[in-house]
């Protein structure tokens, strides 16, 4: 497989090389210069497949020779251990639950197997990888439960004191091992700063093999598409095969996933973009202007992005003919007031309770449902509502059903070591 960067196709580099990377240095980002189509009768017989089956054959498709089949299998086998299932509310109204994983958010789709990608790729011997992340709350739990005991792999995470809900605290904290959490007394923009600042300091990075893990790595992107073509076999099953993917967004990953999905052959009839108030890719399907702009603060925060990092991808798949992807993807933005309107419609038409991201998703799905009857609609549930408690009326707090996991994490004792917000502060802390 070989990777180029969005804003040079010429500077081409190998899949080993763009994962520990994670950013060309041209501020571009890595995108297959391949696209390969999977084989009709794989996608005309998706619904015989299991989950690490479609997964396997979606991986080989696009890494082609970047690991030898049996080591791709079981990394698959181990970074891909937990189920996506598409649960039916109603007549063509389904959702995708992408919660299922150890840190109930779809970000450890992307997070686990970019942890054993890595970890895969380090040669014995060579020096121990250091991961640095910043988080706002999700990324840090599936970097840091994606990574736990990976060998020769070791992450810190910094994250804003007193910003991130107490679930999401309690799985950056309490892992031990090759997990270590700093709480940094400052903002989340904050705690991105000095992260880039670490990436920049010539002392450190002479030290300790420093490597990011946010989402623009491409090993993060590449196992979102799984899902889709799995949901798309889940709904074979049901005899559906004309389906819309509705997404919560905030930098673009995931559906930027499900459009690589469908490059690859997926038969997805319509992509809706779903965000809160920073509308930034919604206003630009409709007025074709691209204009980011500086977030704004929601409840569905792991959306506030006013900035998408992936768009750039996005704009390169279709940079031939965005004509196509004016037609394949629209987008609904959404006010916090509807959000929990939302939340509320969905708990009492299905008794079932979503987290704010998930309740955009689903409003969006209805809203473009209304002009295009008989599709079948999906929309991804990218979070476990117990992560958001403070946004539930209490019928519905009493509705959520709280896994064993969050229920252990309770017992567990936090391990976080506090900062200031500077950087010499941190520095000497990754030093000693
Ligand atoms: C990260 C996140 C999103 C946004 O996903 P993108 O890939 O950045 O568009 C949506 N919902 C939840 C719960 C998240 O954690």
């Not at 015989?48 to 890494?63: D, G, W």
């Not at 099953?237 to 997404?247: D, L, M, P, S, Y």
């Amino acid at each position: 497989m070989k990777l180029y960067s969005t804003n040079n196709t010429a500077h081409q580099v190998n899949f080993k090389e763009a994962v520990f990377n994670s950013m060309p240095q041209d501020r571009g980002l890595y995108m297959p210069v391949d696209i390969p189509r999977l084989s009709d009768e794989f996608i005309h017989n998706l619904h015989h497949y299991t989950l690490p089956q479609i997964a396997f054959e979606v991986a080989k498709t696009l890494l082609g020779d970047a690991t030898p089949g049996p080591d791709l299998q079981a990394l698959i086998d181990d970074a891909v251990n937990f189920p996506a299932p598409v649960v039916k509310l109603e007549e063509d109204a389904y959702v995708l639950e992408l919660f299922h994983g150890p840190s109930l958010a779809f970000k450890d789709f992307g997070a686990r197997f970019m942890s054993r990608v890595m970890s895969y790729f380090l040669q014995p011997g060579e020096k121990q990888l250091d991961v640095l992340v910043a988080t706002s709350g999700d990324t840090g739990g599936a970097v840091a439960l994606g990574f736990l005991g990976v060998p020769n792999t070791r992450v810190t995470i910094l994250y804003p004191k007193g910003k991130v809900s107490n679930i999401q605290e309690l799985q950056l904290t309490t892992n031990g091992q090759n997990i270590r959490a700093l709480e940094i007394d400052g903002t989340f923009d904050d705690c991105q700063a000095l992260v880039k600042q670490a990436f920049t300091d010539a002392e450190l990075n002479e030290a300790l093999r420093l490597t990011s893990a946010n989402s623009i790595n491409i090993a993060r992107l590449i196992p979102q598409t799984f899902y889709y073509f799995n949901a798309y076999a889940q709904l074979l099953r049901q005899g559906k095969k004309q389906v819309a993917f509705a997404v919560p967004s905030g930098n673009f990953g995931n559906i930027g996933a499900g459009l690589l999905a469908w490059k690859m052959g997926l038969p997805v009839h319509q992509f809706i973009a779903a965000t809160n108030a920073n509308d930034t890719v919604p206003a630009f399907l409709k007025t074709g202007v691209y204009e980011p702009k500086a977030s704004v603060q929601t409840i569905a925060n792991a959306m506030d992005v006013g900035n998408p990092s992936n768009w750039m991808r996005i704009a390169d798949m279709f940079k031939e003919d965005m004509a196509k992807l004016s037609q394949l993807m629209t987008g609904y933005s959404y006010t916090d007031e509807q959000t929990r309107e939302a939340m509320q419609q969905v708990f009492d038409a299905y008794q079932y309770v979503v987290c704010p991201h998930t309740a955009i998703a689903w409003r969006a799905l209805k809203e473009w449902q209304q002009a295009h009857a008989g599709v079948a609609g999906v929309f991804l549930s990218t979070a476990h509502p117990c992560k958001f408690p403070d946004v539930f009326t209490p019928a519905m707090t009493q509705h959520i059903d709280v896994p064993q996991q969050v229920k252990e994490l309770e017992a567990k004792i936090s391990q976080a070591v506090s900062l200031p917000n500077s950087f010499d502060a941190l520095k000497s802390y990754l030093l000693q």
